[in-house]
Nanobody, 122 residues
Framework: QVHLVESGGGSVQAGGSLRLSCRVS????????VAWFRQDPGKEREAVAYRDSDASKRYAGSVKGRFTISEAAADTLHLQLTSLKPEDTGTYYCAASPWTVMRGDASEYTYWGQGTQVTVSS
């Protein structure tokens, strides 16, 4: 049974930083496609960062240069959030799939965490 657990959310002022973590149980992230999505109330989930199965990393334009994915361990990924803006506020979800996915399409990811809240005040 595969479970994803996010942690590290919180409340910060604009310009601050947070580090989110996503840990998988039951296996490792090796060769899996992993993504971080952000969701605001009443809106669809928006993909902000990807770690592809070949370990390459890609970012949405809105966060490029400010967010960074890193591998903390074979079963744990970090998402470092820096220079945070109020528009970065939302619930952040870690999603993963062992199969080829269309990046940015939430329906393509098989496993999801419960989400962690990030609130950035101005």
């Amino acid at each position: 049974q595969v479970h994803l657990v996010e942690s590290g959310g919180g409340s910060v002022q604009a310009g601050g930083s947070l580090r989110l973590s996503c840990r998988v149980s039951g296996r490792t992230f090796n060769s899996w496609n992993v993504a971080w999505f952000r969701q605001d109330p009443g809106k669809e989930r928006e993909a902000v960062a990807y770690r592809d199965s070949d370990a390459s990393k890609r970012y949405a334009g809105s966060v490029k240069g400010r967010f960074t994915i890193s591998e903390a361990a074979a079963d744990t990924l970090h998402l470092q959030l820096t220079s945070l803006k109020p528009e970065d506020t939302g619930t952040y979800y870690c999603a993963a799939s062992p199969w080829t996915v269309m990046r940015g399409d939430a329906s393509e990811y098989t496993y999801w965490g419960q989400g962690t809240q990030v609130t950035v005040s101005s």
